[in-house]
C-alpha cells in the first residue's frame, strides 16, 4: 500500500522569504507525484506534478520540487513567497497503472501562512 | 471552457437522512473521481466512475454509493446520515482512465453538514 507523509501541518513565514514543504512517501512501487494547493473554501488545483523525466519540475508562479528516490521525497520549495501564497498544500501520489491511476492518496496537508 | 461544477455548494442534514451530491466534468472529461476531506481524517477516496462504471473504490461503507451518467455526469449518494459524514465532498475529473490521460481537475465542493 501507498501512504504520504507531510512533516509539517503549519509553516509560518514572512513575505519574501524562502520556504520548502516536505513530503516523503511510502510505496513498493513507483509511483506519481503530485502537489495540489487549496485556498479557503475552494477546490483543489494542481500546483506540479512529476511523472517521468526530469526530477526538478517547476510551476507557472514559481514553485518548485525535487523528486528524489533514494529519499522517497517530493519537496516542495519557493525562493520567495508572497501574501497571495498563504494556502493549505497538499502532496498525493498516484499508481501508474491503468485500473489505479484515477486514485490519488493525499497526505494530511501542510498550512503555509504568509505574514507581512 | 466551464470548470468542474459541483452542486449544491452547501448543505445541512438530519442524520439518518440521505443525500445526493451531483458533479458535472469538465466537457469531453469521461473519468469522474469522488473524495471526502474532514479535519481529522484528510482526504480520502471514495470511487472513481468511467464509462458509467465503477473502476476503483475506497474504504468507505456500503451507505456510501454513487453512479455515472452517459453524459459523464455523476451523482454520489449517502445514505442514513451520520454525524462522522459532515465534511466537504469533492469531485476530480479528468479525460480517461488514469492520471496518465491528463491532470485531474478538482471542483469547489459541496459543504455536507449532519447536524
Known amino acids: 500500500a501507498q501512504s504520504v507523509t507531510q512533516l509539517d501541518s503549519q509553516v509560518p513565514v514572512f513575505e519574501e522569504a524562502p520556504v520548502e514543504l516536505r513530503c516523503n512517501y511510502s510505496?513498493?512501487?513507483?509511483?506519481?507525484l503530485f502537489w495540489y494547493v487549496q485556498y479557503p473554501n475552494q477546490g483543489l488545483q494542481l500546483l506540479l506534478k512529476y511523472l517521468s523525466g526530469s526530477t526538478l519540475v517547476e510551476s507557472i508562479n514559481g514553485f518548485e520540487a525535487e523528486f528524489n528516490k533514494s529519499q522517497t521525497s517530493f519537496h516542495l520549495r519557493k525562493p520567495s513567497v508572497h501574501i497571495s501564497d498563504t494556502a493549505e498544500y497538499f502532496c498525493?501520489?498516484?499508481?501508474?497503472?491503468?485500473?489505479?491511476?484515477?486514485?490519488?492518496?493525499f497526505g494530511q496537508g501542510t498550512e503555509l501562512s504568509v505574514k507581512p | 471552457k466551464a470548470g468542474v461544477t459541483q452542486t449544491p455548494r452547501y448543505l445541512i442534514k438530519t442524520r439518518g437522512q440521505q443525500v445526493t451530491l451531483s458533479c458535472s466534468p469538465i466537457s469531453g472529461h469521461r473519468s469522474v473521481s469522488w473524495y471526502q476531506q474532514t479535519p481529522g481524517q484528510g482526504l480520502q477516496f471514495l470511487f472513481e466512475y468511467f464509462s458509467e462504471t465503477q473502476r476503483n473504490k475506497g474504504n468507505f461503507p456500503g451507505r456510501f454509493s454513487g453512479r455515472q451518467f452517459s453524459n459523464s455526469r455523476s451523482e454520489m449518494n449517502v445514505s442514513t446520515l451520520e454525524l462522522g459524514d459532515s465534511a466537504l465532498y469533492l469531485c476530480?475529473?479528468?479525460?480517461?482512465?488514469?492520471?496518465?490521460?491528463?491532470?485531474?481537475?478538482f471542483g469547489q465542493g459541496t459543504r455536507l453538514t449532519v447536524v
Open positions: 510505496s513498493s512501487v513507483s509511483v506519481y
Open positions: 498525493a501520489v498516484s499508481l501508474p497503472i491503468y485500473n489505479q491511476g484515477g486514485k490519488l492518496i
Open positions: 476530480a475529473s479528468s479525460l480517461g482512465r488514469g492520471l496518465l490521460r491528463g491532470e485531474a481537475f
